[in-house]
């Protein structure tokens, strides 16, 4: 029997075609409605942050990282989207990205990280309503859905205001020099 693995690295640009065709399949023609996308659609991945999963060769997972600024001017991390092949959920490979992109964040020196998911799913990593009380988006969002995890203990403490867009952060060397195999 031969088992198949599945390896997660840096995205690179050749990524490009496969992962938007994975989320055009997970998300559909909509998920460029999306208030996040608003966020996304005049910025660049954070450096070093964009992570895929690769089975067989081929992309059958995605993950990336957002520099964003609070309204108080607070840098974070917004994350999204997150994309698993249908054929291969629930296979974990959705967790090990979110554990990796997490650790890579904390050791590359951000403070904190935004999403808009499933409370639920992400409530295992540490995120929670709680800590985006005083933030919003530029469009409509749930609430119950607009979560956040501290990467240093109270760093969204306080934290107010719209997010908007920020200049790509560069990446440490201390982080460009992660082993991805965590």
């Excluded at 890579?104 to 808009?116: D, E, P, T, Y």
Aim: glycine share 10%; proline share 4%; with cysteine.
């Amino acid at each position: 029997m031969k088992i198949e693995t599945v390896s997660v690295r840096l995205e690179k640009r050749r990524d490009a075609t496969a992962r938007e065709a994975l989320l055009d399949a997970a998300f559909g023609d909509t998920r460029f409605e999306k208030t996040c996308e608003r966020l996304r659609e005049t910025n660049r991945a954070a450096e070093g942050l964009s992570l895929v999963a690769i089975k067989n060769g081929r992309l059958v997972g995605t993950l990336r990282l957002w520099p964003v600024v609070t309204g108080d001017g607070r840098s974070v991390l917004l994350l999204g989207p997150l994309a698993v092949d249908a054929a291969e959920r629930s296979a974990g490979i959705g967790a090990r990205l979110m554990r990796l992109a997490i650790k890579r964040a904390r050791r590359a020196g951000h403070k904190a990280i935004l999403l808009v998911g499933d409370a639920p799913y992400y409530a295992r990593f540490g995120f929670s309503p709680a800590l985006t009380r005083d933030l919003d988006l530029p469009g409509p969002v749930d609430r119950s859905r607009f979560l956040g995890l501290e990467l240093v203990s109270g760093a969204l403490k306080g934290a107010s205001g719209v997010l908007q867009p920020a200049a790509v952060m560069p990446l440490s060397q201390k982080a460009a020099n992660f082993r991805l195999a965590a």
